[in-house]
C-alpha cells in the first residue's frame, strides 16, 4: 500500500505541475487513510505542499502494517 500511496503522491505532484489540478487535498487520499497510522502527518505535507510547494514530511507517514 505503502508504493502505491508513493506513485499517488508523486502522479498528483507532477498533475499539479502541468496545471491539471490546483492543489493537494485531503479528500484525493480517502481510500487510504484507512491505512495510514499519523493521519495528522499527511495533513501537513498536505499543507507544506500547498503553501511551500514541497514538502519533505511524505516519508514520515507510517502505515499499518501486512498491507
Same mark, same amino acid.
Given at each position: 500500500?505503502?508504493?502505491? %500511496?508513493?506513485?499517488?503522491?508523486?502522479?498528483?505532484?507532477?498533475? /499539479?505541475?502541468?496545471?491539471?489540478?490546483?492543489? %493537494?487535498?485531503?479528500?484525493? %487520499?480517502?481510500?487510504?487513510?484507512? %491505512? /495510514?497510522?499519523?493521519?495528522?502527518?499527511?495533513?501537513?505535507? /498536505?499543507?507544506?505542499? @500547498?503553501?511551500?510547494?514541497?514538502?519533505? @514530511?511524505?516519508? @514520515? /507517514?507510517?502505515?499499518?502494517?501486512?498491507?
Amino acid at each position: 500500500m505503502e508504493d502505491r %500511496f508513493n506513485k499517488f503522491v508523486e502522479w498528483v505532484g507532477d498533475r /499539479i505541475d502541468r496545471g491539471l489540478e490546483y492543489e %493537494f487535498d485531503l479528500d484525493m %487520499f480517502l481510500k487510504y487513510l484507512p %491505512f /495510514i497510522k499519523n493521519k495528522d502527518m499527511l495533513e501537513r505535507c /498536505i499543507d507544506e505542499e @500547498n503553501e511551500e510547494g514541497y514538502s519533505e @514530511n511524505w516519508d @514520515n /507517514i507510517e502505515f499499518v502494517e501486512g498491507v
